[in-house]
């Protein structure tokens, strides 16, 4: 193997790596520390408001991208703007993010069919 295709595999072997570090228990260690459900709901399905969103089941790298998006803020490209979510994002690690996300996608859910 040449020095270009060990890099290659290293590298690979890094974002495998970082997808499986996502650890569920420690994003609903996250979500209970920053009080998510009061809005959300205490499974995640039933918010307290109609209009907010349910997020038991949703894909977590949509969930991911949402909160980096309200971490952004709505001037950045691929931001939201919003004032609740853009507070609740601002203290979350990169790591507290893919926690929440695996723990919430895990989540039974009427948003999507579960495979
Ligand atoms: C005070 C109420 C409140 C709290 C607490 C709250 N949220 Fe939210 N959340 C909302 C509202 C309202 C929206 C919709 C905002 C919008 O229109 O962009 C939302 C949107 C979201 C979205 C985007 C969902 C989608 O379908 O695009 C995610 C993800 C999310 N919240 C996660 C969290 C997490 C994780 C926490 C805890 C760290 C949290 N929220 C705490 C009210 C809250």
Redo the contacts with the bound molecule.
Sequence with gaps: MNKMNSLLVAILACVSMNVLAADAEAGKA??A????????GADFNS???P?????AG?HSD??EH??IA?QRGASAANG???A??GG??K??SKT??KD??AY?SSLPGSLVVRK
């Excluded at 520390?33 to 959300?40: I, L, Q, T």
């Excluded at 209009?51 to 997020?55: D, G, I, Q, T, V």
């Design positions: 996250a979500v520390k920053y009080n998510c459900a009061s809005c959300h918010p307290i408001d209009s907010y969103p349910k997020l949703q949509y969930i949402a909160l309200y939201r703007g919003n609740i979510m609740m994002a203290p979350l507290d993010i929440i996300a919430l």
